[in-house]
C-alpha cells in the first residue's frame, strides 16, 4: 500500500492539510486505494478467464460512441 511520510504539526499559522503528506481525511485513501485495486484485479481475471468480454466490450463502447455522432 500507499506509504505516507510523519510529519510534525506545524508551529506556525497554516492548518494541518498544508502539511505535504498530510490527509485532509485520514483513512480515506487507503479504502478507496483497495477498492481501485480491487476492481482492476476483478477486471484482469475476467478478461483471463472470459476473453470474449473484451471484445464486446470494445463492441458495446463502440457502439454507443457511434450514436452520439450526428
Known amino acids: 500500500m500507499t506509504h505516507r511520510a510523519r510529519h510534525k504539526e506545524p508551529e506556525g499559522p497554516g492548518s494541518p492539510v498544508d502539511v505535504p503528506g498530510h490527509d485532509a481525511t485520514p483513512g480515506r485513501g ?3 486505494e483497495l477498492l481501485g485495486m480491487t476492481l482492476a484485479a476483478g477486471a484482469f481475471v475476467l478478461f483471463v478467464v472470459r476473453p470474449e468480454a473484451a471484445e464486446a ?3 458495446a463502447l463502440t457502439a454507443r460512441t457511434a450514436g452520439l455522432a450526428p
Do not use: C, D, P, W
Open 57 to 59: 466490450l470494445v463492441h
Open 30 to 32: 487507503e479504502s478507496l
